[in-house]
Every structure is written in structure tokens, then in C-alpha cells.
């Protein structure tokens, strides 16, 4: 049994150990760049991870700005608009105010004219009949004459 084991041993040191050995040695090797590989890949998504941060920060940095900008447009186009309106009321208030004071005059110049022709109206038909008489008559115009010399 002895003779047979030391046969059977030589025969699988010759034949099968070296294949077993190139195969386990393959195997290890294998295993151990899966390993380098695997560590690899976890630095390599490692510095992704920090590459995406960087870039997650920096496009907040961007939006920020932006909104930032966006808000400083808004009051800009705010601020204009108010000032544009403030202008337009004042000149809208201040054709309004020559126009009151246009139509005013006009009134008035309007009420004047109305009065004098009704004071003419009124005096000349005071003056026809009070001067309906020639003694009248005649006194009134020297009257008048008088008047007319001491001014």
C-alpha cells in the first residue's frame, strides 16, 4: 500500500502537482489583481466623488450668482420703472395743472367780456333814458366835459 501510494504520488508530482500549482499560482495572481484592481476603483470613484462635489459647489456658486444678478436686474427694472412713473405723473399733473389754469383764464376773460357787454347793455339804456330831454342831455355831456378836464 505503501509502494502503491509513493506510485501514485510520483505519477501526480510528475504529471498533475505542476498543473495544480500554475493553476492555484494562476488562481492567487488573479485574485490579487482583482484586489489592486478593486482599490484602484475605489480611489478612482473616490476622486469622481470629490470631482462631483467640486463641481456640485461650483454650480451652486454659479446659481447663486445668478440669482444674485437676476435680483439686482429686477430692482434696477423696479427702481426704473418707478422712476419713469413718477416722471410721467408729474407731467401728467402739470399739463393738468396748465390746462386748469388755461381753462381758468379763459373763464374768466370769458366773465369779463359778459360783464362789460351787460354794463354796456345797462348803461345804454340808462343813458337813454335819462338823456331822453335835451336839458339832460346837455348837462350830462358838460358834466362829462368837466370830468374830463380835471383828469
Known amino acids: 500500500m505503501t509502494l502503491a501510494f ?10 498533475a502537482w505542476k498543473p495544480i500549482l500554475a493553476s492555484l ?4 495572481e488573479s485574485i490579487e489583481d482583482a484586489l489592486k484592481a478593486a482599490e484602484e476603483a ?5 476622486s469622481l466623488k470629490a470631482a462631483n462635489e467640486e463641481l456640485l459647489r461650483e454650480a451652486r456658486e ?13 430692482e434696477q427694472i423696479i427702481a ?3 422712476e419713469k412713473a413718477n416722471k410721467e405723473a ?3 399733473v402739470e399739463n393738468g395743472r396748465e390746462q386748469i389754469n388755461s381753462e381758468k383764464e379763459a373763464a374768466l376773460v370769458e366773465l369779463k367780456n359778459l360783464i362789460a ?10 343813458l337813454k333814458e335819462e338823456l331822453s330831454d335835451k336839458k339832460k342831455q346837455q348837462s ?8 374830463i378836464q380835471l383828469n
Open 25 to 28: 499560482k494562476e488562481r492567487e
Open 80 to 82: 426704473e420703472a418707478r
Open 6 to 15: 509513493l506510485i501514485v504520488f510520483f505519477v501526480l508530482k510528475k504529471f
Open 42 to 46: 475605489k480611489k478612482e470613484m473616490a
Open 117 to 126: 357787454t351787460y354794463s354796456i347793455e345797462i348803461a345804454e339804456k340808462v
Open 140 to 147: 350830462y355831456v358838460t358834466k362829462l366835459v368837466k370830468e
Open 62 to 74: 454659479e446659481r447663486d450668482a445668478m440669482l444674485a444678478d437676476a435680483r439686482k436686474i429686477k
Open 90 to 92: 408729474s407731467i401728467i
